[in-house]
């Protein structure tokens, strides 16, 4: 599964502020996913909401997934730390 395939699933189930895969070997990806739905949610929350939107992906196209999960305000700070 192409990395921007996996993009779309996410974005067509969560609202993106910005999202981002990378995956060269398309089995094995790392996720960015900045989304105003993870406010007020815990870790494992966001990641399953990400896990919803992917589906059947993970058990037949997505060997591993790394997830970095942020609120828009959080992923502000993580990219101008001043």
């Known amino acids: 599964m192409h990395p921007h395939d996996v993009e ?3 974005a ?3 609202q993106c502020w910005h999202v ?3 995956g060269e070997d398309r089995r094995h990806y ?3 996913v ?12 966001r990641h399953q909401k990400v896990y919803q ?3 059947h992906h993970l058990q037949s196209d ?3 997934l790394v997830l970095h999960t942020h609120t828009p305000e959080e992923y502000t700070r993580l990219k ?3």
Do not use: N, Q, R
């Open 53 to 55: 939107a992917l589906g």
């Open 8 to 10: 779309k699933l996410i």
């Open 80 to 82: 101008d730390p001043a």
């Open 34 to 45: 900045v989304s105003p739905e993870f406010d007020g949610l815990s870790k494992l929350k």
């Open 30 to 32: 790392t996720a960015i």
């Open 12 to 14: 067509s189930h969560i």
């Open 20 to 22: 981002s895969v990378e």
């Open 62 to 64: 997505i060997h591993a």
